[in-house]
């Protein structure tokens, strides 16, 4: 049935809608971000697929390799062995800061606005200390000549040896990790439950419903656009991680801690352009797709929880 005939069938005159044209002049305010996102991303971008594709001795002395450099990288076993640690700790880092987040979020529901608004405060401030600085604070934190936790790990008699043993790499990175973007996780998650209307807890103390089964089917559901945002943020962050592997033992020991990232920048730092130039086109493939995985699973799932709806006949 068309709109017309739904509004005759019903004795409504169209003219009582006060239908506005589009006003296309809004477009004007976008400009400005496309002009930036143009000259930020789009454009590097294009420049670099293009390097991909050479051998450069310098940009006034290309030559053409054709798929050359993509060929090598995933013909590389190291590829494969750097791309599985990065899955690995992407892993790592979001089964750890996800549920950790909305459980500190769903005790500052319960907290009083003092205690709310110090722990946020105290939580976020990580995320206003620069990358490069991050590697240092901890280095220091965790020396056992100098550190708070070197001395007090020493103390206990626990032997901590990040140089040269991967796991304790691996536990120093995670923490540190954890430590820097788990009050994102929180803002978010808090953000999410705060929007919820009392009314639904209402119900559900009407109902007698447990703390399980309001955090199940009211809390959880009403935080997952958000917590979505937090896991994709996040697993681009830490899928990516460089500053912080390089600085606290340079992806060693013996490769343990040997990411994506660092055999992307081994390759800048040795002058490869062309095969660094493929490599970060790979890396963005993958980091692409994993996101667009990820929004398609989403959108899925809202689509098959949605109510349907009668078509009007």
């Known amino acids: 049935m068309s709109i017309e005939a739904f509004f005759r069938d019903r004795r409504i005159p169209l003219q009582s809608f006060d239908m506005k044209p589009y006003d296309?002049?809004?477009?004007?305010?976008?400009?400005?971000?496309?002009?930036?996102v143009t000259f930020v991303g789009i454009l590097p971008l294009i420049a670099v697929t293009n390097y991909s594709f050479q051998d450069l001795f310098s940009l006034n002395?290309?030559?053409?390799?054709?798929?050359?450099?993509?060929?090598?990288?995933?013909?590389?076993?190291r590829f494969y062995a750097s791309l599985g640690r990065s899955f690995l700790f992407s892993a790592i880092v979001l089964s750890i800061q996800v549920p950790l987040g909305i459980g500190i979020a769903l005790l500052l529901q319960r907290s009083s606005q003092v205690i709310v608004s110090t722990v946020l405060v105290l939580i976020t401030v990580p995320l206003v200390v620069p990358w490069n600085m991050i590697p240092v604070i901890w280095l220091n934190f965790i020396n056992p000549n100098a550190g708070l936790a070197g001395k007090m790990l020493a103390w206990l008699g626990i032997g901590f040896d990040y140089k040269f043993n991967a796991l304790h790499t691996w536990i120093v990175l995670v923490v540190m990790d954890t430590w820097h973007w788990l009050g994102l996780v929180v803002v978010l998650a808090y953000a999410g439950i705060s929007s919820i209307p009392a009314a639904y807890y209402q119900a559900a103390a009407i109902d007698a419903a447990s703390q399980w089964q309001v955090f199940r089917f009211i809390q959880l559901p009403k935080m997952k656009t958000v917590l979505s945002m937090a896991v994709l943020l996040r697993f681009m962050d830490s899928f990516m991680i460089y500053i912080e592997a390089f600085r606290i033992n340079a992806g060693g020991p013996d490769s343990a801690t040997a990411f994506l990232s660092l055999d992307l920048g081994e390759e800048i730092l040795s002058f490869n352009y062309g095969p660094s130039a493929a490599r970060s086109i790979v890396y963005f493939l993958i980091v692409?797709?994993?996101?667009?995985?990820?929004?398609?699973?989403?959108?899925?799932?809202?689509?098959?929880?949605?109510?349907?709806?009668?078509?009007i006949t």
Not at 25 to 31: D, G, M, P, T, Y
Not at 63 to 77: A, F, L
């Open 24 to 36: 296309l002049r809004a477009w004007f305010l976008v400009l400005p971000a496309l002009v930036i």
């Open 61 to 77: 002395n290309p030559y053409w390799v054709g798929v050359d450099w993509y060929r090598n990288i995933v013909t590389s076993e």
């Open 288 to 311: 692409l797709t994993v996101a667009w995985t990820f929004k398609a699973a989403m959108s899925a799932g809202a689509t098959a929880t949605a109510p349907t709806e009668e078509p």
